[in-house]
């Protein structure tokens, strides 16, 4: 019997798909839209619903934090073997912490993180992160339970109310030059987005993408001389402290160091900061952060 050639063995491996291929399906959108009845974004296979935080009147410094500086409420889905993970991050009041804790309990969904994003806010906020795996139609439910208890507890729906807009005369052209990156602007806030391309993230050994919340991001309001610039840094566990002193360093409060996620590989923190002042100085000391970390994302990155 005559054997295969060399090349012929390689034709056949090159043809034979991957484990993934054979054992994952993409992600039932539909499915998701029908169950929670909200529309969201595609981007490459995944899907994220946000939820504008419209109802909250937030001040910090006699800044107006409005939805694109960091109030929204997001959940986005991922294909896994078996249906989907979803992973999201909910802006709750501290009257709506106990009722929503338990109401993730109930459904069996994990909480992974509960933590602050500002400091001297008012109404005081916090933020928690959740998680679910399983087939698409359970997990759909679940984080439609959950947003609902939200809902519940505040007495409306938060994005019914009308979207607020901030007035900035920042000159984003330089923001950009100083940070090599390029921002986009809502109602507002200009905001800068940014992958970490260099780290392979995995959670429960599901790839962890930027359109699921692994990035560094910056949102800025105000005018040159004075501006607010909120945001979060995403870091290996060796760069928490450089980063920390380049911000500390440049005048920018670190305000939260934690977790987002439990089961992640390799080991990753997330870095909440908040600052004012000159918007270039401020630029200055988020480019040494960044310059702290992996290589940062190309300029054309867009927002999540």
Not at 266 to 274: A, N, S
Request: glycine share 8%.
């Amino acid at each position: 019997m005559r054997l295969p050639s060399k090349h012929m063995m390689a034709s056949c491996f090159f043809l034979l798909p991957s484990l993934s291929a054979l054992t994952q399906t993409p992600l039932d959108i539909p499915t998701i839209e029908r169950i929670t009845g909200l529309k969201g974004k595609e981007n490459k296979g995944e899907y994220k619903i946000t939820i504008p935080q419209n109802d909250l009147d937030l001040r910090v410094d006699g800044f107006h934090i409005i939805p694109p500086m960091g109030l929204g409420t997001w959940v986005a889905f991922t294909p896994t073997p078996d249906g989907a993970m979803a992973m999201g991050d909910l802006v709750l009041t501290e009257t709506d912490l106990k009722t929503v804790q338990a109401e993730v309990v109930r459904q069996g969904m994990e909480i992974t993180a509960i933590h602050n994003h500002f400091v001297r806010n008012h109404p005081n906020i916090v933020y928690m992160h959740v998680g679910a795996s399983g087939p698409v139609s359970d997990v759909a439910a679940k984080v439609k339970a959950v947003l609902a208890s939200i809902n519940l507890s505040r007495g409306h729906v938060p994005s019914a109310t009308a979207a607020d807009s901030v007035i900035t005369t920042l000159d984003a052209g330089k923001l950009d030059m100083i940070l090599t990156q390029k921002g986009e602007w809502s109602k507002g806030v200009y905001k800068y987005t940014i992958g970490r391309p260099d780290i392979k993230l995995t959670e429960h050994g599901v790839s962890i993408s930027t359109f699921l919340g692994f990035n560094t991001w910056a949102a800025w309001q105000g005018s040159p001389d004075h501006a607010a610039v909120a945001g979060d840094f995403t870091m290996r566990e060796d760069e928490v402290q450089a980063v920390i002193k380049a911000l500390v360093s440049h005048g920018i409060e670190v305000v939260a160091v934690h977790n987002h996620m439990v089961h992640e590989q390799p080991r990753i923190f997330f870095l909440h900061y908040w600052g004012v002042g000159n918007a270039e100085e401020l630029a200055r000391g988020l480019r040494a952060a960044l310059d702290a970390t992996g290589k940062p994302a190309p300029m054309d990155m867009k927002m999540n």
